[in-house]
């Protein structure tokens, strides 16, 4: 890490953040073409290995959705330490997100605004892509589909239909889907975690899964909804027990948050804040989400976890997984690796024996 912070960082950091950022993927998408037909084994330790929806996960830490959008990379994942990824936001429909500039990094902070608005290069592009990588043989970890809703879908059934174009055309390539309905950078997107519009989407959402699964006489893909920490606490109470009633998959807690009261110097700078100022609130949610589902439900702790302690704070809170996106960006990409290599020392060091022994016990 010392090598990224005092040589490639500052050098990425000479460049805008979204420059930097499409430089990289470019970079890593190429080195996928090169070793990506090379077998690698994630990173894993028996005590880090989990099931969560029936999904074996070799360890707990994921790359959370928004850093390979398209899924250009998947491949070179886990060999930095991942044991899983989620892809996208995803669209039904190419789209070119808001204009720019709109990803703006916060140094002192450690953290970032962003307001790209679902840039996508539509699900039938990544469909494509996804089914490329598919064939031949199995991905060597859990991959994720993250969904969200075209910017021109407008109106309850166009909406419906935008997500089941998506879930549709991307079902049959993910391990899991995701549900996003709590990005603050798509005009209408948040209302639909209403709890009305929140059970006819995912319901509608759980039938093609049902639907699929019959066809190919299999289980259906695990669901989950990701949530946003801005949510009132009757607001996300209705939230989880819709979640719970429909028996998802779980909840992913949380996407980025509108407030800046962690960062009240970038009041006027409108987007999502993500990365360490929102580490209590994106805690918080997840410890109300927990309490509002009994524990019955897996939630997928992200928002603000760049260090091993982090990660084990919000594992003890509730998650049965973590995920990690903004820290990487400050932290490097060996992070992943350094997170698990800790999750090892502080178990030994409170003798657990199984990561998914200390889901919750905070609560």
């Known amino acids: 890490m010392s090598l990224y912070r005092s040589v490639l960082r500052p050098l990425l950091f000479m460049k805008d953040a979204e420059t930097a950022h499409e430089q990289t993927m470019e970079l890593l998408q190429s080195a996928c073409q090169i070793t990506g037909r090379i077998p690698v084994t994630p990173f894993t330790y028996p005590s880090l290995r989990t099931e969560v929806a029936g999904i074996c996960f070799p360890n707990p830490v994921g790359l959370a959705a928004g850093c390979d959008k398209n899924g250009v990379a998947i491949n070179i994942w886990p060999r930095l330490g991942f044991g899983f990824v989620e892809i996208g936001t995803v669209t039904a429909e190419p789209q070119p997100g808001n204009p720019r500039p709109r990803v703006f990094r916060l140094l002192e902070e450690e953290a970032i605004i962003n307001r790209l608005g679902f840039n996508s290069e539509g699900a039938e592009k990544v469909a ?3 089914s490329s990588i598919r064939r031949g043989r199995p ?3 859990p991959l994720g589909v993250n969904i969200g809703k075209t910017k021109r879908a407008v109106g309850d059934e166009a909406v419906l239909n935008d997500y089941r174009s998506s879930f549709r055309r991307l079902v049959r390539y993910a391990d899991f889907m995701v ?3 709590s990005s ?3 005009p209408g997107l948040r209302q639909w975690q209403d709890s009305a519009k929140l059970m006819a989407l995912l319901s509608m959402l759980q039938e093609e899964a049902q639907a699929v699964a019959n066809l190919r006489r299999i289980k259906p893909v ?4 990701k949530v946003s920490p801005d949510m009132a606490p009757d607001d996300l109470e209705t939230a989880s027990h819709v979640a719970l009633s429909l028996k998802l ?3 992913i807690a949380s996407n980025t948050t509108i407030s800046r009261d962690m960062v009240p110097k970038y009041a006027n700078e409108a987007g999502g804040l993500s990365g360490t100022p929102i580490r209590a609130l994106a805690l918080q949610t997840l410890r109300q989400i927990y309490k509002y589902t009994n524990g019955k439900l897996p939630i997928i702790g992200v928002g603000g976890i760049s260090t091993a302690e982090d990660a084990y704070n919000r ?3 509730g998650a049965s997984l973590i995920q990690i996106y903004t820290g990487l960006v400050f932290k490097g ?3 992943p690796l350094a997170i698990n290599k800790g999750l090892i020392k502080l178990m030994e060091r409170d003798g657990v024996k199984k990561i998914s022994d200390i889901v919750g016990v905070d609560n």
């Open 249 to 251: 998959a779980g909840i």
């Open 184 to 186: 603050p950078n798509t």
């Open 128 to 130: 494509r892509r996804l």
């Open 222 to 225: 695990p669901l989950f909804v």
């Open 139 to 141: 991905l060597s970890m």
């Open 179 to 181: 549900v996003n309905v």
């Open 315 to 317: 594992i003890k809170a």
């Open 333 to 335: 990409p060996y992070l």
